[in-house]
């Protein structure tokens, strides 16, 4: 059955395409037009309301997934304003740096929200993965995208932007998200 994968941001859309791949849906873009106001206060909030209005929206199931980094020392921002930190992601990084500017606390961590909905808009599955990390005082590797390349990952001793996306898979908020959902899914 067809699954919409509602967002409109390349980055999660190539990473959820390449962890959903294996799963019995065939995936479907959001439609572009369809612009939803995350008014939620939470990323479960605005994780449900994204998958239950692409349901509604397009008559099909829907994965939505709500995302941002956490940072200790900034009581928890930029969180679910991660996207709209700033206006490009070069400006987002450079304000987390600046915020975090002599800090010496530079731990945070990355949240993933995913729910699913059937075409009614019922929600059916949900889980949350984290991943906790430090804020570098520069950016360190090309690969990825958002705040990946300030986010370092202790137990791998490489950013996010550094390494390949099997391990950001494995060991990152999305994936641990998706690792838990994978068995709901299964049986719906
Ligand atoms: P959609 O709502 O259309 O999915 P969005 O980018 O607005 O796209 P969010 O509201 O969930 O999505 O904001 C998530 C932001 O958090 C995202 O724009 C990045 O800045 C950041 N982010 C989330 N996951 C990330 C990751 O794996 N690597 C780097 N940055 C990430």
């Given amino acids: 059955r067809t699954l919409v994968v509602a967002t409109q941001n390349p980055g999660k859309l190539a990473e959820l395409q390449q962890l959903l791949g294996q799963t019995q849906f065939q995936l479907q873009p959001m439609p572009p037009e369809l612009e939803i106001a995350e008014t939620g206060a939470t990323f479960q909030e605005n994780a449900i309301l994204k998958a239950r209005q692409t349901a509604q929206y397009t008559g099909h199931w829907a994965i939505a997934d709500d995302s941002g980094l956490a940072i200790e020392a900034l009581d928890g921002a930029p969180g679910i304003y991660s996207a709209r930190y700033a206006e490009t992601a070069q400006a987002r990084i450079d304000r987390v740096l600046r915020e975090l500017k ?9 949240v993933c929200h995913m729910a699913v909905a059937q075409p009614d808009g019922q929600i059916v599955a949900e889980a949350e993965g984290i991943c906790p990390g430090e804020i570098l005082e520069a950016c360190v590797g090309a690969g990825g995208f958002g705040y990946d390349p300030i986010f370092w990952v202790p137990s791998q001793q490489q950013t996010f932007a550094q390494m390949g996306s099997d391990l950001k898979h494995e060991i990152g908020h999305r994936g641990l998200a998706l690792q838990q959902l994978m068995p709901q899914l299964q049986h719906l």
């Fill in 102 to 110: 002599g800090q010496s606390n530079r731990r945070a961590q990355f």
